[in-house]
Nanobody, 123 residues
Framework: QVQLVESGGGLVQAGGSLRLSCAAS????????MGWFRQSPGKEREFVAT????????YYADSVKGRFTISRDNAKNTVYLQMNSLKPEDTAVYYC????????????????WGQGTQVTVSS
């Protein structure tokens, strides 16, 4: 079992930055690939970024590539999402996810979810 708790969301102006954190419980965090998803009102949950268990591989949605950076600190059982040059269309609830399969962290079928943190970008 893995429990995930996101933090760091908030209100920011367009062009600003935020860093989301996701703290994971359990001693096997370093075995899991981690991902970030987001969901806006009336829209389906969508993939944002993923990182392999070692941090050596990352992958991003086209909509955030070059603006967002995913990273992890296995010693702290934490994964981060640095979000720069934020746009109003980035407004959403952001969810952290975990799966033993790196490839599966791009899909809604991941094994574990956090409760989400709200990010609101004003124009």
């Amino acid at each position: 079992q893995v429990q995930l708790v996101e933090s760091g969301g908030g209100l920011v102006q367009a062009g600003g930055s935020l860093r989301l954190s996701c703290a994971a419980s359990g001693r096997t965090f370093s075995s899991y690939a981690m991902g970030w998803f987001r969901q806006s009102p009336g829209k389906e949950r969508e993939f944002v970024a993923t990182i392999s268990w070692s941090g050596s591989r990352t992958y991003y949605a086209d909509s955030v590539k070059g603006r967002f950076t995913i990273s992890r600190d296995n010693a702290k059982n934490t994964v981060y999402l640095q979000m720069n040059s934020l746009k109003p269309e980035d407004t959403a609830v952001y969810y952290c996810a975990a799966d033993l399969d790196y490839g599966n962290t791009r899909h809604i079928s991941v094994d574990y979810w956090g409760q989400g943190t709200q990010v609101t970008v004003s124009s």
